[in-house]
């Protein structure tokens, strides 16, 4: 993933030439750190078609797999939701909604206070037992966000004198947890091993704090890390290992207990983290590790420490949400029965898929002026999906990313699979 931030595509101008967020900042010497704002405002003034219609709607209902979602100007319709991180529909699962509820009335909606301090209930601990017995580790730390838990434990754990050696397509946390630790950053190509080998190769016997991080399922693509070798390489090379799951948790794996799982090498994996956001349905992040570094982290990963405690109510749903998780009880058979038809129909009408193994799809398009097109029109026609393109991935790689959910039923899906076929032969997406 391309993490420059403050970047948007540009639209083609009448004359064909694109036109860029970046050609309507002010280039002389004297323009204030808000002129980068007023030129936002004259880009989409000029660009009134761009991709931005379709990004920050309301959502008017839960996030279930048809909604009503709110247009920019105001008219509100329904929609099949091939958007969302829910996959196995927690979010609406009346186990979780009832836990949640009733911890509200015996907690209240927010803890007013920071974990170390007032912050700490006992379903914050239960969460966090949850996790290190999905895991079998000693301990878990639980953060307010996935995001901040990246930033918080790579900045916690490295500093200057170490390296991180990163996956080309990690999430932007894990790049921003890099930064601001100081240990020196390396990158290999995405899934590349033998990349990898010699980024671990040439680094000095005199540097020992060694961390590989990497995505175990790639937000972007919907691909997995081959944790099994990157396991053995750090062993060999004197590295510890650091996944995110975030996508992989509750869906991969034999009884979906994450990528680690699939590849077999838990046990091999030092740092296991994720976000409690995708599947889980709430908000949150973990890492569960052993007791010494999860004690560590409690005390030192600066996001931790400063930041107030998750609600009590988000707990409650979590604990039960991991339950269900940790059963298999969720759905999940469901879910890969839908990943399967949705995936083999767009690949069918002739959409480039990648190289997807999970439950998110990439529909890579190339080309933003189509992507913008049919994403709208995709929406338009009761079809909801996510638009990604720079600086998330390159642009000529601009893609939807279309997220399958278990509930969807075989009727919604293959209505879906029609309005795509449709749009994407009028937008001269697919032939």
């Known amino acids: 993933m391309n993490k420059e931030p403050g970047k948007l595509p540009g639209d083609s101008g009448e004359d064909g030439t694109e036109r860029r967020f970046e050609d309507f900042i002010p280039q002389d010497g004297d323009a204030d750190i808000f002129a980068k704002a007023d030129a936002l ?39 099949t939701m091939l958007g969302s991180n829910s996959y196995l529909a927690l979010t609406t699962h009346p186990a979780v909604v009832a836990a949640s509820i009733k911890a509200c009335a015996e907690y209240g909606y ?36 996935g995001y901040s838990a990246n930033v918080g434990i790579i900045s916690a754990l490295c500093g200057p004198g170490d390296v991180v050696v990163n996956d080309a397509s990690n999430h932007a946390s894990i790049f921003d947890g890099c930064r601001l630790s100081g240990a020196e950053i390396k990158v290999y190509l995405h899934r590349n091993m033998r990349h990898l080998e010699r980024v671990l190769q040439r680094i000095p016997d005199s540097v020992r704090g060694r961390l590989i991080v990497t995505d175990g399922v790639f937000s ?55 976000t409690l956001s995708k599947t889980p349905g709430a908000i949150g992040g973990y890492c569960a590790a052993s007791a010494s570094v999860v004690r560590y982290l409690r005390y030192y990963a600066r996001t931790y420490f400063f930041s107030t405690s998750m609600p009590a109510p988000t707990a409650a749903g979590l604990v039960e949400a991991l339950r269900l998780i940790r059963a298999d009880a969720a759905g999940r058979d469901r879910l890969w029965r839908n990943i399967a038809r949705l995936r083999d129909g767009l690949k069918a009408l002739g959409f480039d898929t990648g190289d997807t193994e999970s439950a998110i799809i990439p529909v890579i398009v190339g080309d933003e002026q189509k992507l913008a097109a049919f994403h709208n029109e995709l929406r338009a026609n009761g079809v909801f999906t996510n638009l990604v393109t720079y600086p998330a991935v390159r642009r000529k790689e601009c893609r939807l990313r279309v997220s399958a959910m278990s509930t969807l039923t075989e009727i919604e899906i293959d209505a879906a699979l029609s309005v795509f076929a449709d749009v994407g032969r009028r937008n001269g997406i697919i032939a």
């Open 41 to 79: 405002d004259s880009y989409l003034g000029a660009n009134p078609a761009s991709y931005t219609e379709g990004l920050g709607l309301r959502m008017e209902g839960p996030a279930a797999h048809t909604c009503t979602v709110r247009e920019h100007d105001g008219h509100s319709h329904k929609v």
């Open 110 to 145: 927010g803890m007013g206070a920071v974990s170390l301090y007032a912050g700490t209930t006992p379903l914050h601990r239960l969460v966090e037992e949850e996790l290190s017995g999905l895991y079998g580790t000693e301990d878990a730390i639980l953060f307010p966000c």
């Open 220 to 274: 972007m693509d919907g691909d997995l890390a081959p944790l099994d070798e990157i396991t053995d390489l750090a062993r060999r090379h004197r590295a510890r290992v650091m996944v995110d799951d975030a996508h992989g948790l509750g869906v991969v794996g034999p009884t979906g207990l994450g990528t680690p799982e699939h590849f077999g090498c838990t046990r091999g994996i030092d740092l296991l983290c994720g």
